[in-house]
């Protein structure tokens, strides 16, 4: 028999498979960093938040020093003095310096985000981790502890402890830590509980992997999305709990600065100043969307599925 | 055939029961009772309806659940009698498994080389990095991908592609017995076949013994050399391929064949399905006597009161129903 080829047009050649070209695949190889991050810059918003976050992170940090006025010295001849060349974001009633005092404010701001984050990663993850692996007995009263925690409402126990303990940063850290890694170490627990029965698991099991092998190399990965996610969102709550606590007069006190205090201050002169006002609650404000979107972009793009 | 009964089974599982507490004092008995052998180089087909106890089974082969009672021996060592870790560790190197979902079984956040190799990794079979990565390039190769995909996350891979990534993975320990669950039903038709096909090569290249669990009968048939029928938990029936399908005697197994579609549409026309009365009932609270009576065309008031024997009733071919019990079990089935 002829070969088929030879009678038709020479214009058509078949197209030769290379020995496994069918399996090939055309998106270049990257580690899962390197595509996290990939998909992280794609994402505008998040990438504007990372940076807003960064200036924050810096203006607290050198802001107070940038200026010659400390945020704490009062000068009783500068009192309401509007934004000036001199006091770039004006004086207060004991004409301290909002510059100085606002950078001030959100070192105490950005204090209580490392200690929510801390909390929600040392003890929220060991706790969640520990309650799912052991099971049994041990999850069970680990659990009641957590409801019970939950059920007591814990505005209820900082206002409490703040009227035992003195009103200082000190105290608003032991009241969050009471409660605050509770949401983490529920989430850990049911993700590793969920987990723990997937079939890679078992085929790690029967490939003859060790427990502790199993939790570091599959559980914690496959954990750490969730964990980053949460602890983003946890952070702002956070701030927002002392920022809430310092206006209603449970948190700082004056001569101490939050953004809490500030804006409490600011909000009693808002008709006559309003700047007073102003500034702190931009950087309140910028500070917790920008945790929120950066939060939701780290989501997409830490979860591998979530690719377009 | 014939001279399988003399050759020494790879496999022996004797009286293998595998309950779960399911709160309230209640008992799920998800795999109660079961014995058959299976001997070195064949596959052993594992069928029956969902929720039967097939995965269970196979589960407990290898010790991801713990028995709660009977045997498992493997090459004459009881897998499930105490020993150290590390005597157990080498005993399930031996044995591997191929999971169902393809999906599911490969972990998302490590690449192709990391999930070969774990298995190499857990036992230290490579003595170093460059050796670790010339293996799994042989493996992958073996399963008919190539060194590109060493790097690669599992998400990149098609359903087929990870179920060979995860038969290359069983294979990176050198396993003599390979229980494969369900390892075709997530899968297309057209990628069942490369599937099965790739594990009778390795098998006939490997020697390698299955226990191939599945609910697709014409496949199984395809594969196996022998076949046991379960059914809520227990086994009602085990031959080998030819003898189950030619001539199948539970009225459970009748019933099962009576389903496959036969690719020929005039035949397929006339073919009589025997349907099955009712749903599989709860394995939590089983029927008393024999489980399949509820919905057995052939079920007497003898099936209430007394389970089956598990008999050998014609040469390698076991039943466990009173049709083809001892003689009063059959004179009090016709009473």
């Given at each position: 028999?002829?070969?088929?080829?030879?009678?038709?047009?020479?214009?058509?050649?078949?197209?030769?498979?290379?020995?496994?070209?069918?399996?090939?695949?055309?998106?270049?190889?990257?580690?899962?960093?390197?595509?996290?991050?990939?998909?992280?810059?794609?994402?505008?918003?998040?990438?504007?938040?990372?940076?807003?976050?960064?200036?924050?992170?810096v203006l607290a940090i050198?802001?107070?020093?940038?200026?010659?006025?400390?945020?704490?010295?009062?000068?009783?001849?500068?009192?309401?003095?509007?934004?000036?060349?001199?006091?770039?974001?004006?004086?207060?009633?004991?004409?301290?310096?909002?510059?100085?005092?606002?950078?001030?404010?959100?070192?105490?701001?950005?204090?209580?985000?490392?200690?929510?984050?801390?909390?929600?990663?040392?003890?929220?993850?060991?706790?969640?981790?520990?309650?799912?692996?052991?099971?049994?007995?041990?999850?069970?009263?680990?659990?009641?502890?957590?409801?019970?925690?939950?059920?007591?409402?814990?505005?209820?126990?900082?206002?409490?402890?703040?009227?035992?303990?003195?009103?200082?940063?000190?105290?608003?850290?032991?009241?969050?830590?009471?409660?605050?890694?509770?949401?983490?170490?529920?989430?850990?627990?049911?993700?590793?509980?969920?987990?723990?029965?997937?079939?890679?698991?078992?085929?790690?099991?029967?490939?003859?992997?060790?427990?502790?092998?199993?939790?570091?190399?599959?559980?914690?990965?496959?954990?750490?999305?969730?964990?980053?996610?949460?602890?983003?969102?946890?952070?702002?709550?956070?701030?927002?709990?002392e920022a809430f606590l310092?206006?209603?007069?449970?948190?700082?006190?004056?001569?101490?600065?939050?953004?809490?205090?500030?804006?409490?201050?600011?909000?009693?002169?808002?008709?006559?100043?309003?700047?007073?006002?102003?500034?702190?609650?931009?950087?309140?404000?910028?500070?917790?969307?920008?945790?929120?979107?950066?939060?939701?972009?780290?989501?997409?793009?830490?979860?591998?599925?979530?690719?377009? | 055939?014939?001279?399988?009964?003399?050759?020494?089974?790879?496999?022996?599982?004797?009286?293998?029961?595998?309950?779960?507490?399911?709160?309230?004092?209640?008992?799920?008995?998800?795999?109660?009772?079961?014995?058959?052998?299976?001997?070195?180089?064949?596959?052993?087909?594992?069928?029956?309806?969902?929720?039967?106890?097939?995965?269970?089974?196979?589960?407990?082969?290898?010790?991801?659940?713990?028995?709660?009672?009977?045997?498992?021996?493997?090459?004459?060592?009881?897998?499930?009698?105490?020993?150290?870790?590390?005597?157990?560790?080498?005993?399930?190197?031996?044995?591997?498994?191929?999971?169902?979902?393809?999906?599911?079984?490969?972990?998302?956040?490590?690449?192709?080389?990391?999930?070969?190799?774990?298995?190499?990794?857990?036992?230290?079979?490579?003595?170093?990095?460059?050796?670790?990565?010339?293996?799994?390039?042989?493996?992958?190769?073996?399963?008919?991908?190539?060194?590109?995909?060493?790097?690669?996350?599992?998400?990149?891979?098609?359903?087929?592609?990870?179920?060979?990534?995860?038969?290359?993975?069983?294979?990176?320990?050198?396993?003599?017995?390979?229980?494969?669950?369900?390892?075709?039903?997530?899968?297309?038709v057209s990628i069942q076949?490369?599937?099965?096909?790739?594990?009778?090569?390795?098998?006939?290249?490997?020697?390698?013994?299955?226990?191939?669990?599945?609910?697709?009968?014409?496949?199984?048939?395809?594969?196996?050399?022998?076949?046991?029928?379960?059914?809520?938990?227990?086994?009602?029936?085990?031959?080998?391929?030819?003898?189950?399908?030619?001539?199948?005697?539970?009225?459970?197994?009748?019933?099962?064949?009576?389903?496959?579609?036969?690719?020929?549409?005039?035949?397929?026309?006339?073919?009589?399905?025997?349907?099955?009365?009712?749903?599989?009932?709860?394995?939590?609270?089983?029927?008393?006597?024999?489980?399949?009576?509820?919905?057995?065309?052939?079920?007497?008031?003898?099936?209430?009161?007394?389970?089956?024997?598990?008999?050998?009733?014609?040469?390698?071919?076991?039943?466990?129903?009173?049709?083809?019990?001892?003689?009063?079990?059959?004179?009090?089935?016709?009473?």
């Open positions: 028999m002829a070969n088929p080829t030879d009678s038709l047009d020479p214009l058509f050649v078949p197209v030769r498979r290379e020995n496994g070209e069918q399996e090939r695949i055309s998106r270049p190889a990257l580690s899962a960093f390197q595509d996290s991050w990939r998909r992280l810059r794609q994402n505008k918003a998040a990438v504007i938040s990372l940076i807003l976050l960064g200036i924050m992170i050198v802001g107070p020093w940038l200026t010659k006025y400390s945020y704490a010295q009062t000068n009783y001849s500068a009192v309401y003095q509007s934004p000036s060349a001199d006091h770039w974001f004006g004086t207060d009633k004991f004409g301290r310096d909002q510059w100085a005092r606002i950078w001030q404010g959100t070192r105490i701001s950005l204090l209580i985000a490392v200690l929510a984050a801390a909390l929600d990663l040392v003890v929220g993850v060991a706790y969640g981790a520990i309650s799912a692996l052991k099971g049994g007995k041990v999850d069970n009263v680990m659990q009641r502890i957590i409801e019970i925690l939950i059920g007591v409402p814990s505005l209820i126990i900082i206002i409490l402890l703040m009227m035992i303990m003195k009103a200082n940063i000190f105290t608003i850290m032991v009241a969050m830590s009471i409660t605050g890694w509770v949401g983490m170490a529920r989430l850990v627990r049911a993700q590793i509980l969920k987990l723990k029965q997937q079939e890679f698991v078992l085929a790690a099991r029967t490939l003859g992997t060790s427990n502790t092998q199993i939790i570091f190399k599959h559980l914690i990965p496959n954990t750490i999305g969730m964990i980053v996610i949460n602890t983003m969102f946890t952070i702002p709550s956070a701030i927002f709990t310092s206006f209603i007069g449970l948190g700082l006190q004056s001569p101490q600065a939050s953004l809490g205090v500030l804006i409490h201050d600011g909000f009693q002169t808002l008709s006559s100043h309003f700047y007073l006002l102003l500034f702190p609650a931009l950087v309140i404000v910028v500070i917790m969307v920008a945790f929120n979107i950066l939060g939701d972009g780290l989501r997409d793009a830490l979860d591998p599925r979530m690719r377009k | 055939m014939a001279e399988q009964g003399k050759k020494k089974p790879l496999v022996q599982v004797e009286g293998l029961k595998r309950h779960f507490q399911v709160g309230g004092g209640k008992t799920l008995k998800a795999v109660d009772d079961v014995s058959f052998e299976i001997y070195p180089g064949e596959t052993f087909g594992l069928v029956g309806e969902s929720g039967c106890g097939k995965s269970t089974l196979g589960r407990t082969l290898i010790r991801l659940y713990d028995a709660t009672d009977g045997k498992v021996l493997f090459d004459g060592e009881d897998v499930h009698g105490t020993k150290s870790k590390t005597e157990l560790k080498a005993l399930t190197r031996r044995i591997q498994m191929i999971f169902q979902d393809p999906y599911a079984s490969l972990n998302q956040r490590m690449n192709v080389e990391d999930i070969i190799a774990e298995g190499m990794d857990a036992h230290g079979l490579a003595k170093n990095r460059a050796e670790r990565t010339k293996r799994v390039v042989e493996l992958l190769e073996t399963v008919g991908l190539n060194a590109e995909h060493a790097k690669r996350f599992p998400h990149e891979f098609s359903g087929g592609q990870r179920q060979r990534i995860g038969i290359a993975r069983a294979l990176a320990v050198d396993p003599d017995f390979i229980i494969a669950d369900e390892p075709i039903s997530a899968l297309d076949a490369q599937v099965v096909n790739l594990l009778q090569k390795l098998q006939r290249e490997r020697g390698l013994t299955y226990l191939f669990i599945a609910h697709d009968l014409s496949m199984v048939k395809h594969i196996s050399d022998r076949i046991g029928v379960m059914y809520l938990g227990g086994m009602v029936e085990l031959a080998t391929s030819d003898d189950l399908f030619e001539e199948p005697l539970h009225p459970y197994t009748q019933a099962l064949l009576t389903a496959i579609p036969i690719p020929d549409p005039r035949l397929e026309r006339e073919r009589k399905r025997q349907l099955l009365q009712g749903d599989l009932p709860s394995p939590i609270d089983p029927p008393s006597g024999c489980r399949f009576r509820t919905r057995c065309p052939f079920a007497t008031e003898h099936c209430k009161n007394k389970a089956p024997e598990w008999r050998e009733v014609r040469p390698n071919h076991w039943v466990a129903c009173h049709l083809y019990g001892s003689e009063s079990d059959r004179a009090a089935m016709k009473a």
